[in-house]
T-cell receptor, first 113, second 115 residues
């Protein structure tokens, strides 16, 4: 009965590889997000989807490609991983266009070697 | 760009004491939210205060908002060891009358409550 779930929880990979992180929410929310938290705990939005439509893309390198097959899922694919991509990635969801509270997943700790 | 700045960056207190964290932001907002993050976990929403509100309470939490100073504070009363966590403020900006809930986070305050 987890509200927002992410897989995997940990991801360790070599530079240059391609990897995906999956996110699912069972809250019936229309809006989903990806946030990146760096080593200094700073959280920054990367993408937002509303009803499967991309509405926010915060100058993220095009190596990062979000995909939303339906409004309950928002996956993040990363090509050609770089050392600087190491971070914790959080998926979140909120009711549509409301500015209300967001529900966050547990995070995926990505380590690029 | 980073919207909020939080103060202090770290706060260490004894159980039973009150903890006050401050947040400043730069642009006009629709609302401001506070989140807690326990070590190695996701963020949990604590409280939301709208731009036309000045104070809000939830249990041991009290949030104030001063839009003229573009600042907010979070007060945790009678703190417990379990309150040890990082606390973040996040703003939702007005954007042409609509908002898709984009949260812009401050840097966070690390609170340690000693038993």
């Amino acid at each position: 009965d987890t509200a927002v779930s992410q897989t995997p929880k940990y991801l360790v990979t070599q530079m240059g590889n391609d990897k995906s992180i999956k996110c699912e929410q069972n809250l019936g929310h229309d809006t989903m997000y990806w946030y990146k938290q760096d080593s200094k705990k700073f959280l920054k939005i990367m993408f937002s989807y509303n009803n499967k439509e991309l509405i926010i893309n915060e100058t993220v390198p095009n190596r990062f490609s979000p995909k939303s097959p339906d409004k309950a899922h928002l996956n993040l694919h990363i090509n050609s991983l770089e050392l600087g991509d190491s971070a914790v990635y959080f998926c979140a969801s909120s009711p549509q266009a409301s500015g209300r509270a967001a529900f966050f997943g547990p995070g995926t700790r990505l380590t690029v070697l | 760009s980073q919207q909020g700045e939080e103060d202090p960056q770290a706060l260490s207190i004894q159980e039973g004491e009150n903890a006050t964290m401050n947040c400043s932001y730069k642009t006009s907002i629709n609302n401001l939210q506070w989140y807690r993050q326990n070590s190695g976990r996701g963020l949990v929403h604590l409280i939301l205060i709208r731009s036309n509100e000045r104070e809000k309470h939830s249990g041991r939490l009290r949030v104030t908002l001063d839009t003229s100073k573009k600042s907010s504070s979070l007060l945790i009363t009678a703190s417990r060891a379990a309150d040890t966590a990082s606390y973040f403020c996040a703003t939702v900006a007005n954007a042409g009358g609509t908002s898709y809930g984009k949260l812009t986070f401050g840097q966070g305050t690390i609170l340690t409550v000693h038993p």
